[in-house]
C-alpha cells in the first residue's frame, strides 16, 4: 500500500540557528513520502537563503508581513499536497522513525490530532499535549476527575489530517497562544486527542524568540485567555466561569510583579483588554463555534479538569526515563548528512 503523503509546516522567524537540526531530522526520516514546507514570518536573519542553500527540497513561503502562527499553517495547509499536516516549531528535533509511527496512529482514526511526548534538549520530561490552563487548573484544586487525554494539543509537533486543518484552522484574530483554543474548538465537534506514550521529540522552547515572562509574551496570553473563553463556552457558563478568571488573572498578575516585570503586568491587562477592542470579531468567531458545537459544556468541563489529572500522570510515568534516554549523537544531524 502507497504511503500518505504530509506536509511538515514549519513556522520559521529568525530561526537560522535552530533550523539545520530541525530540517535535517525531517529529511532523515525512515517516512519518505514527506513534503517540508517553511513560512518564513519575514526574519531578518539568513533563513530563508539558508535553506534554498543547504534544503532544495524545501518549499518556502515567504510573507512579505508577519501575521503570526495561525495564518501562517493556515496558508501552507491550503497549499499543501499531503492529506496529512505535521506542525512543527523550528526550534524541535524528531528521531528518525517518529512521523512514520505517527502516521501508523492516524491511520487508526483521522478524526484525531498526534502528540508524541515533549521533552527538553536535555531528554528532561516536558509534556504529554497540554492541559487546561486557565480554567482546569483551579477546578481540578476542588474536583478530582480522571482524565485520559490533553485539553489541546501541543502544536510544537502535531500530526492530523489536512481536512481536519482546513474544515478547523486555527484561529488567525488570536495572532499567538492560539492552540488552546484550537483544541478546545476541536473537542467540541468530539476530535480526539491522542498522545504516543512512548515516543517523543526534543524541543528547545521559545526558540525564535525568549518570551519568558516578558511583554510580548503577556500580552499574547492575555489577549487569549479572554477571548478564547468568550468564543467556546456558552454565556451562562461563561458567566459561572468569570470569578475563576478573575482569579487566574490576578494570580498571573501577581506572578509578573512577584518577578518585578512590571511592564509585564500592564502588557497582561492590554492583552485583556484588546478583546473589547475587537468584540465584533470575536462575536463572528464564536457565532461559528457555537453553531457547529456538538459537546456540551458539562463534558468540556470534565475534560478540562480531567486534563489536569493525565498531565499529572503522565509526567509520574516517565519520572526516572530521562536518565537512560542517551540518544544524543543519533538526534543531531549536519545539512551534509541530507540526501537531497
Known amino acids: 500500500m502507497k504511503e500518505k503523503k504530509v506536509s511538515a509546516i514549519v513556522v520559521n522567524w529568525n530561526g537560522i540557528k535552530f533550523l539545520p537540526d530541525c530540517l535535517s531530522s525531517l529529511f532523515n526520516q525512515t517516512y519518505k513520502e514527506l513534503e517540508v514546507i517553511v513560512v518564513d514570518c519575514v526574519s531578518k536573519d539568513e533563513s530563508v537563503p539558508f535553506i534554498k542553500t543547504n534544503y532544495p527540497r524545501t518549499k518556502v513561503i515567504e510573507l512579505k508581513q508577519d501575521f503570526g502562527p495561525p495564518y501562517a499553517i493556515n496558508l501552507a495547509a491550503r497549499e499543501a499536497q499531503g492529506e496529512y499536516i505535521l506542525i512543527l516549531n523550528n526550534d524541535v528535533i524528531l528521531p528518525k522513525d517518529l512521523i512514520e509511527k505517527m502516521v501508523q496512529e492516524l491511520d487508526k482514526d483521522k478524526n484525531s490530532v498526534i502528540n508524541p511526548v515533549e521533552l527538553s534538549f536535555k531528554y528532561q520530561y516536558l509534556s504529554s499535549g497540554c492541559p487546561s490552563g486557565w480554567i482546569g487548573k483551579f477546578l481540578y484544586k476542588i474536583i478530582k476527575i480522571k482524565g485520559e487525554s490533553p485539553f489541546f494539543p501541543s502544536t510544537a509537533c502535531c500530526l492530523t489530517t489536512r481536512e481536519l486543518v482546513l474544515s478547523n484552522p486555527l484561529n488567525e484574530n ?67 466561569m468569570l470569578p475563576i478568571l478573575a482569579c487566574n488573572y490576578l494570580w498571573q498578575v501577581s506572578v509578573y510583579l512577584k518577578r518585578k516585570k512590571f511592564k509585564s503586568a500592564f502588557a497582561y491587562t492590554k492583552g485583556y483588554l484588546f478583546f473589547f477592542g475587537k468584540l465584533k470579531v470575536f462575536l463572528q468567531d464564536r457565532k461559528m463555534t457555537q453553531l457547529r458545537r456538538e459537546v456540551k459544556d458539562g463534558k468540556i468541563l470534565k475534560q478540562m479538569i480531567g486534563s489536569i489529572d493525565f498531565a499529572k500522570r503522565a509526567k509520574s510515568e516517565w519520572k526516572g526515563k530521562e536518565g537512560s534516554l542517551n540518544l544524543s549523537k543519533e538526534m543531531v544531524y549536519s545539512p551534509l548528512e541530507v540526501t537531497r
Request: with cysteine; net charge positive; glycine share 8%.
Open 174 to 240: 488570536l495572532f499567538m497562544y492560539e492552540d488552546t483554543e484550537w483544541g478546545w474548538r476541536l473537542q467540541l465537534r468530539k476530535t480526539k486527542l491522542k498522545v504516543l506514550k512512548g515516543d517523543y521529540f526534543l524541543h528547545r522552547g521559545s526558540g525564535s524568540e525568549n518570551t519568558s515572562y516578558s511583554p510580548k509574551q503577556a500580552y499574547f496570553v492575555g489577549r487569549a485567555t479572554f477571548a478564547t473563553c468568550f468564543i467556546c463556552f456558552k454565556i451562562p457558563t461563561l458567566i459561572l
